[in-house]
């Protein structure tokens, strides 16, 4: 095994034996016990694709309806006309095509008495998959119904999925690059995957992460990004806790080939775009897979692979720009000397007003990484006034003013949605709720909603923090102020939410605060 390689299991969890496929399910619907008995006499020896049936019986009509309601993964379902009463049979079809609105299991209608349902009237009014006497179903033709309806059924359900898979890349198409959006496009491919070549739903699609720069090369992490089936439940969890510990030594074996790897029902694929990135694929079949089906499978895991290794860069391209803001902002706040981590903590606050306004994740990220821009302009306001520890006087302050300005002119030629949204903010946040603020005296929701949330999160932060023209509030006294200014300065109802979540408020400071303790609020 490389040193790149995960070790999962051991020895004797590697040679566990897989989980046995699931059976088919196989619903007789009869009054008679006789019939009941040949046919699981019949039928219990059988499979189909490598999997056994599991013969499941009633009694009744209303017995069944309760079984295929609580069953919905049932494939073949053979129902006797004549039941409780003469239409029985008929009435329960209608049942589970309308009401049950189940269009998948096939439903075959088994009678003794076909003067009571002549075949072609019924073969045209219910939507039903064959018609039979009991008389002609020997051994032979009762075995050849079951395997067609069954190879029936698994055509169906895997274009089912297909279509499902198809919707899901569809629908995560306009947003793929958004975060956290390629985990719905990489589940909508493995939901394709596993239809298109009608493997077992239980699948997962992992990235792994080394971390030998770290200086520890044998050490990694293995964390889901998509699952179907079983594993649908484990996205987001590290790996390790929560495969069965066969599937997590098959990818240990995958991984230590640098291959896919193929063992019995299952099979597990690796891809590796550079040095620190590398994802997985695992999957159980249904039945074996033709030479074309593998190439596809390791076609998919490439793609894909290229698909997430793009994502990355991407990312990585947006957390560099983030990161540039941020020491732009520091420039800025030092210069003013401030704290760096007052535009860390009024983005935190920014972004939780946002959520809890209403805004989008997507819209309240935007909201965090363009907080901080809201006083780029101060870099064009001179020392003597930017510092100056007494109140300013009219001329300082018409100047001062004009840093929002400054702040919108700088960023508003951009292109890009945090500098687009930080211009709007830079230009807004010293607009008022009442429409005495400046530049432009806009008032209420007129003002920007980003811009109204940055003005209430900057004060509440500053008002707690010493700077050079006076002390740190207590909270008490911040709090004071906002409800005096409710309605005045800030949007009434976002200054109501940071009231009602001010412990969460809390916990941000907390998090990152003032390099001199003496300069926060008690």
Not at 366 to 382: N, Q, R, S, W
Not at 428 to 456: F, S, T, V
Request: glycine share 6%; net charge negative.
């Amino acid at each position: 095994m490389s040193d790149d390689a995960m070790e999962f299991a051991d020895e004797t969890e590697a040679e566990a034996p897989a989980a046995p496929l699931a059976p088919w399910q196989v619903l007789v619907v009869d009054d008679d016990a006789d019939v009941h008995r040949v046919t699981l006499f019949v039928l219990k020896s059988m499979t189909f694709d490598g999997r056994p049936l599991e013969v499941i019986s009633a009694m009744s009509a209303r017995q069944a309806r309760e079984i295929l309601a609580a069953k919905p993964g049932i494939a073949l379902a053979m129902i006797d006309v004549v039941m409780e009463t003469e239409h029985a049979g008929l009435d329960l079809v209608r049942w589970v095509r309308g009401e049950l609105g189940n269009r998948t299991v096939r439903l075959v209608l088994r009678t003794g008495q076909p003067g009571q349902a002549p075949e072609t009237q019924v073969v045209a009014a219910y939507d039903i998959n064959d018609y039979k006497t009991k008389e002609e179903l020997t051994t032979q033709k009762l075995f050849t119904l079951v395997h067609s309806s069954l190879r029936s059924y698994r055509d169906i359900v895997a274009l089912d999925r297909n279509r499902s898979g198809l919707r899901r890349i569809i629908d995560s198409s306009a947003t793929i690059f958004e975060i956290g959006s390629m985990n719905q496009f990489a589940g909508g491919v493995l939901d394709q995957l596993t239809a298109l070549l009608d493997l077992s739903p239980d699948a997962v699609y992992c990235e792994k992460r080394s971390l030998y720069a770290l200086c520890d090369r044998k050490r990694s992490t293995l964390d889901i990004l998509a699952g179907a089936g079983e594993f649908a439940a484990a996205v987001g969890k590290p790996a390790q806790a929560v495969l069965p510990p066969p599937v997590l030594a098959l990818l240990d074996r995958a991984v230590a080939a640098e291959a896919t790897v193929f063992d019995g029902p299952s099979f597990a694929t690796y891809r590796s775009s550079d040095k620190e990135l590398a994802s997985l694929l695992h999957a159980r079949m249904s039945h074996e897979l033709s030479d074309l089906d593998r190439d596809l499978i390791e076609l998919f895991s490439r793609n894909v692979a290229i698909a997430f290794h793009n994502l990355q860069l991407r990312q990585d391209v947006e957390e560099t720009q983030r990161e540039i803001v941020y020491r732009l902002c520091d420039l800025v706040e030092t210069r003013s000397n401030e704290s760096g981590n007052h535009i860390r903590r009024m983005a935190r606050y920014a972004r939780m007003l946002g959520e809890m306004a209403g805004l989008s994740e997507r819209d309240a990220s935007v909201l965090e990484y363009a907080a901080p821009l809201h006083d780029l302009g101060k870099i064009g306001i001179p020392d003597r006034i930017l510092n100056k520890p007494g109140k300013l006087d009219g001329e300082e302050w018409e100047i001062m003013k004009t840093h929002a300005q400054i702040g919108h002119t700088v960023l508003s030629s951009s292109d890009r949605p945090i500098l687009r949204a930080g211009a709007v903010i830079a230009l807004e946040h010293h607009e008022r709720w009442d429409g005495a603020g400046y530049p432009q005296g806009k008032a209420g929701e007129a003002i920007d909603i980003n811009a109204r949330i940055c003005a209430l999160a900057d004060v509440f932060d500053a008002l707690g923090t010493r700077r050079a023209y006076k002390d740190a509030w207590s909270l008490d006294r911040i709090m004071e102020f906002l409800g005096a200014e409710r309605g005045r300065i800030f949007d009434p109802g976002l200054v109501d939410l940071l009231v009602a979540n001010l412990d969460s408020f809390a916990t941000v400071r907390a998090a990152f605060p003032e390099a001199d303790p003496a300069s926060a609020a008690a």
